[in-house]
């Protein structure tokens, strides 16, 4: 079945098959408090998803359900995450495969990409990038109708690239941290929506993140340095309520 890579310049992006059916996604993780967020934060994405907590009930729900991509943590309790893709497969399920590592497990990110794997994110990670990292594999593993898709996403005359993580406004190029690339990212996958200081903190920062919302603060004022100065201003705060990005006026 083939994936509809239209997307709306500025709004939030769904991806979806052509025949209007979401896109399906197995999460395998024996974290019951992680996998939650997870589909959670999927089917924000208007996606179907479906979870697993061992390698066997991974192996069986993906041969029914057919998963489009698998989110697959590389430690689980009856057998690892590596032997979960073979058998899978080895049924004829090329599905992409993003696997979840230790942050310190080298040797894992390494094997389960020679295994097979298409992409990895380290625990802890934020849920906005692991969105990201899912609609990159999405997109290329559609060759077929690769051509037809826009990393891009664009608000007003501000660009921002998910592909090559290349930031421009008029044209200029702007550099940005790590963080200050996922925050941006999210503000405009939600043009002209107010988001909360607790929602961006959710999204952008790690799941396990044991911080202040201060830090949304600082760094919405690191863009508004990079993105703002000396231009009309696209980043705005909405007192008491959270932040938004809208074309300048």
């Known amino acids: 079945m083939s994936i ?3 997307e709306s310049r500025g709004a ?7 025949d209007g059916s979401p896109i399906r996604v197995l999460v395998v993780d024996d974290e019951s408090t992680l996998t939650d ?4 934060a999927l089917r924000y994405e208007g996606w179907d998803v479906k979870s697993a907590s061992t390698g066997h ?3 069986t729900v993906a041969r029914d359900f057919k998963p489009d991509a698998v989110v697959l943590d590389i430690m689980l309790p009856d057998f690892d ?3 979960v893709m073979r058998r899978i497969r080895e049924a004829g399920n090329e599905t992409p495969v993003l696997f979840l590592t230790a942050k310190d497990s080298l040797d894992d990110r390494i094997a389960g990409l020679t295994a097979g794997g298409d992409d990895y994110v380290t625990k802890p990670f ?6 990201a990292r899912l609609r990159s594999l999405l997109r290329r593993s559609r060759a077929l109708i690769a051509d037809t898709s826009d990393p891009r996403i664009v608000v007003g005359d501000l660009v921002l690239d998910e592909d090559s993580y290349e930031v421009t406004r008029s044209g200029e190029q702007i550099s940005l941290t790590a963080t200050e690339f996922e925050l941006l990212r999210y503000l405009m996958r939600n043009p002209r929506r107010v988001l909360s200081k607790a929602q961006i903190l959710d999204r952008v920062w790690s799941y396990d993140f044991g911080g202040t919302s201060s830090v949304v603060e600082l ?15 696209m980043i705005h705060t909405v007192r008491g309520a959270g932040y938004m990005v809208k074309a300048a006026e």
Request: charged residues 20%.
């Open 4 to 6: 509809d890579l239209s």
């Open 12 to 18: 939030q992006a769904h991806l979806h098959h052509a």
């Open 37 to 40: 967020l997870l589909q959670m």
């Open 57 to 59: 009930q991974a192996v």
């Open 81 to 83: 995450g590596l032997q």
């Open 126 to 131: 934020s849920l906005e990038e692991l969105v």
């Open 219 to 233: 760094y919405i004022s690191y863009l508004r340095k990079k993105i703002d100065a000396g231009r009309k201003p």
